[in-house]
């Protein structure tokens, strides 16, 4: 069961890089890795997801060490519309879908 | 193209009383997924559906809670005899390929169900 450790909070200032890394100590040699971003009154949306290294789309970057078992979320010059939940998960079957409580992240100006 | 549509968005029931929440997934996908979001609190796991078949239901809180996928598109979620813990964000995702892991999911905007 992979479970995943995030903080709870993070605080940054516009224009900043934002890091959030995540912990799964116990996660599976299949299991990938999964990052969903939620606003108030939506529903989470697909962030990116990796097995392994780096993996880069437009909107992030996701670091992925050798022996996976955390996974760093970067997020390049943050705006305010980018204070949101952000929630890891590394399931490997279905009811292994934990969100967890997410990392709250405020983006100040 | 559409997303994921959930009605109603908005629901209060009075205690005891049965309700249904329908989900239209994306057309073609494959897996369906409800979650039960609690205030404050990430979404958790209530069951999965593959085509029709319901493969895993173990997060389903109760046997007062069932849910549907007859034709392996709309889901509806059933919960009968309400209790105000049922109140909560009730959220359906569907995925392109099965499984959980490689999926990216799409998710609806849920419906709020309020028990008085």
């Known amino acids: 069961l992979a479970k995943t450790t995030q903080p709870i909070s993070m605080d940054s200032y516009e224009g900043q890089e934002v890091n959030i890394t995540c912990s799964h100590n116990?996660?599976?040699?299949?299991?990938?890795i999964t990052w969903y971003q939620q606003f108030p009154s939506q529903g989470p949306r697909f962030i990116i997801q990796?097995?392994?290294t780096k993996v880069t789309n437009e909107v992030a970057s996701l670091f992925i060490p050798a022996d996976r078992k955390s996974s760093t979320l970067s997020l390049p010059r943050v705006s305010l519309s980018d204070t949101a939940v952000y929630y890891c998960l590394a399931p490997g079957s279905a009811r292994q879908l934990t969100f967890g409580s997410g990392t709250q992240l405020t983006v100040l100006p | 193209g559409a997303g994921v549509s959930q009605s109603p968005r908005y629901k209060v029931a009075k205690r005891g009383q049965d309700v249904a929440l329908r989900c239209d997934p994306i057309?073609?996908?494959?897996?369906l997924f409800w979650y039960q979001q609690a205030l404050g609190q990430g979404p958790e796991f209530l069951t999965y559906f593959q085509n029709e078949a319901q493969l895993d239901k173990s997060g389903l809180p109760s046997d007062r809670f069932f849910a549907e996928r007859p034709e392996g598109s709309v889901s509806t979620l059933k919960i009968q005899r309400t209790q105000q813990e049922d109140s909560a964000v009730y959220l359906c995702?569907?995925?392109?390929?099965?499984?959980?892991?490689?999926?990216?999911?799409?998710f609806g905007p849920g419906t709020r169900l309020t028990v008085l």
């Open positions: 990796g097995y392994k």
């Open positions: 116990n996660i599976a040699t299949n299991d990938y």
């Open positions: 995702a569907s995925s392109l390929l099965a499984g959980a892991s490689y999926n990216e999911q799409f």
């Open positions: 057309s073609g996908h494959v897996s």
